[in-house]
């Protein structure tokens, strides 16, 4: 449609008053809105800029002629049941096959007690769906992964961030945080957390405090929700124990093929206690009917047929030396910074100059074709102005540490200012 001064009804940025819908949306919609990250998209796709910002996953050594074998061998022998719809809570004996791969982490898991989701990203939002009354609150490290925030926001939840140091979650400050939201009257519905190489905090909750975390939410009667895409993506040591190992009745464990194998075929998986199992069936069945037939498949045919466990070794590789990459540029270039040392994963955090604002840098950083992520992406609250967030994953060693040294030459020159 055209409007009378010739723009046209999609350039009208939704959620303001020019939006003929405006009225319409019911009152949750008016709380969506787009991630610092997605702002950034168009900047960091010009080939000039060197992005340590987004953290798209680094597939390229997924061998892909053999993958497409696969797929249509697949597609040949099981076409009809691939291109079919399917049980709402997934396939069977893809959920079985997820139970073999939580068993590197300790866990216990029984298939029936697996639901598969598009992506973690959804299951994080059935669990907001079936949790969260508006005003509800959710617990969360501060910073905390920036599309979690969004889905609990989407659902018209509160996060409540909770100090996080170099061994993560701080216990003494969950218990603070518990006490004085239910002093205000408020109610908790579950405490979010990423145990191993956080995003984007890039670190890992320590061996000794977890049994911790679990026990005082067992105390307090809190949910929580492990969210745990990277934890087989460790450098050196092999992973540490799930939290849901420690309590599978207290923990919904959140799982995802997106970082250790490839985020296309969109499949993530949570584990949770029988009752909320049957909860999030139900709202997935009324979200999605079922998750993709051809891509459960195609994900259980590579864990059966593939060394599917030498390829995370080799992403392991892959990771770490663009994580050293990093780190030597930020110790050669950047010494008045601080950074936290990520054992795994896609991160590291880092903390600027006193004074200096990651936000408003951001223009000046990007003139100098150089991109990062604001602190202030990851918390609900505002905070997070004096950190960014830099991404390993993505770039080649070489392309890090220019990136560093342009983002270091920004650094220098904002101190000046
Ligand atoms: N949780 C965390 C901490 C993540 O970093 C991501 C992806 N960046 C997700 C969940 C969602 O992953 P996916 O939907 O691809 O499984």
């Not at 992964?145 to 659902?155: D, E, I, S």
Request: net charge negative.
């Amino acid at each position: 449609m055209t409007m009378n001064d010739g723009s046209s009804l999609r350039d009208i940025p939704t959620g303001t008053r020019l939006d003929p819908w405006f009225n319409a949306y019911a009152a949750r919609a008016h709380g969506l809105r787009s991630s610092e990250i997605r702002a950034l998209f168009a900047v960091v796709s010009r080939p000039e800029v060197v992005s340590l910002a987004g953290g798209m996953p680094n597939i390229k050594d997924l061998p892909l002629e053999e993958l497409a074998e696969s797929a249509a061998r697949l597609i040949r022998n099981h076409g009809a049941q691939a291109m079919q719809y399917g049980s709402g809570q997934g396939w069977e004996p893809l959920r079985q096959r997820i139970v073999d791969v939580m068993a590197y982490e300790h866990i216990k898991g029984d298939p029936d007690n697996v639901v598969i989701t598009t992506g973690s990203q959804q299951a994080l939002d059935l669990v907001s769906e079936i949790f969260l009354d508006p005003g509800d609150v959710v617990l969360a490290e501060g910073p905390s992964y920036v599309g979690a925030l969004g889905t609990f926001r989407a659902y018209q939840g509160e996060v409540v961030h909770v100090d996080m140091d170099h061994d993560g979650l701080v216990p003494e400050a969950l218990e603070e945080k518990i006490r004085e939201v239910r002093a205000s009257g408020r109610t908790i519905k579950f405490l979010y957390t990423i145990p191993n190489f956080h995003n984007p905090g890039g670190v890992t909750l320590s061996a000794e405090r977890r049994p911790q975390i679990v026990e005082i939410c067992k105390r307090e009667q809190i949910l929580i929700v492990e969210d745990n895409p990277y934890g087989l993506l460790g450098f050196k040591a092999e992973p540490l124990q799930a939290m849901h190992a420690l309590n599978p009745e207290g923990v919904i464990y959140l799982g995802s093929f997106s970082k250790m194998f490839a985020p296309g075929y969109r499949i993530g998986w949570a584990l949770a206690p029988h009752a909320i199992r049957d909860k999030l069936i139900l709202a997935s069945e009324s979200a999605i009917l079922s998750p993709s037939m051809v891509g459960q498949m195609t994900i259980e045919s590579y864990l059966s047929n593939f060394d599917w466990f030498s390829q995370v070794q080799t992403y392991r590789g892959m990771y770490r030396e663009r994580k050293e990459a990093m780190l030597e540029s930020l110790d050669e270039l950047m010494p008045d910074c601080t950074w936290t040392k990520p054992e795994g994963g896609f991160y590291t955090w880092v903390t600027l100059p006193e004074g200096l604002d990651a936000k408003s840098m951001l223009p000046r950083a990007v003139k100098n074709l150089v991109a990062y992520v604001s602190g202030t992406a990851f918390y609900a609250d505002g905070r997070g102005g004096n950190h960014l967030r830099l991404s390993f994953c993505y770039p080649t060693p070489e392309d890090i540490r220019e990136g560093v040294r342009r983002l270091s030459q920004v650094v220098s020159a904002e101190k000046e200012l």
